[in-house]
């Protein structure tokens, strides 16, 4: 792959904190439990084009783009580096960068095409994010996210794990400012996963990294059982949850399709 990419002096800040380590821990695992996020790929590739360079921000593992003209150079980015190896044993072309969304490594208007699935809500300010996707995505470039938001995951409130909460929509929606963007889509969509049985439900969470501590910070769902009675109790709270399909997990996601204002 070209080289021609800008990186500012940014480009090798550290990228060790909790959420990285948690990721990189699940990045060799990641794909046997991301039903979640396959579905909302599908989603989202359905509305993209690629053209030019190509960010996916947050890029886990790597995505497969369509690019039937061969132009497009693709970068991931990723805070953790364990999803990067990753994304580089399966996409050997694609350019890679370890960093932080909310401080893109990035020179000015140097990305035409801006793809980012289910990997922003674990920001803090999203606020931030957004000026630096403002920054960075040059005029008329385009930006397709996939963030999961608020009404996320009822069935683990019904188990009695607490759920931390996700950022409403509309406040999301709000950092695309009008003198910068012309937000073409944002419409919040459920997707929902079905599992065979209560372990596996738990692990597709634990799986794919999105896992942090039940005490407000960051998402997870551990568990205080006692023995084998506690946890026989919750796989029979979890089986009247059961639909033909198996038993579900309901995410609430937020598609915003943008284009830059020039």
Request: proline fraction near 4%.
């Amino acid at each position: 792959m070209s080289t021609a990419v800008e990186f500012s002096a940014q480009a090798g800040a550290s990228c060790a904190d909790k959420i990285a380590r948690q990721f990189s821990q699940a990045a060799s695992q990641y794909q046997r439990h991301d039903l979640l996020q396959r579905q909302s790929a599908a989603r989202l590739l359905t509305k993209i084009t690629p053209q030019g360079r190509l960010l996916d921000l947050g890029c886990g593992p790597g995505t497969a783009f369509d690019d039937s003209s061969n132009n497009t150079q693709v970068i991931g980015l990723d805070i953790a580096p364990g999803m990067l190896s990753q994304m580089q044993a399966r996409f050997p072309h694609y350019g890679a960068l370890c960093a932080d969304a909310q401080a893109l490594p990035l020179q000015d208007a140097c990305i035409d095409t801006l793809y980012s699935n289910l990997a922003l809500q674990w920001c803090r300010d999203f606020d931030s994010v957004v000026t630096e996707l403002t920054r960075v995505v040059r005029a008329e470039g385009q930006c397709h996210l996939a963030i999961v938001v608020d009404g996320s995951l009822p069935e683990l409130q019904t188990l009695g794990l607490r759920v931390n909460p996700f950022a409403e929509p509309d406040s999301l929606l709000s950092c695309f400012d009008e003198a910068n963007w012309q937000v073409e889509s944002g419409v919040v969509e459920s997707l929902q996963v079905h599992f065979d049985e209560l372990k596996s439900l738990l692990y597709s969470i634990k799986g794919v990294g999105a896992s942090a501590a039940v005490d407000g910070t960051v998402q997870q769902t551990q568990l205080q059982l006692r023995g084998r009675k506690d946890w026989q109790a919750l796989k029979a709270l979890a089986e009247r949850l059961r639909q033909p399909q198996g038993i579900p997990l309901t995410y609430k996601i937020l598609f915003i399709h943008a284009s830059r204002k020039g």
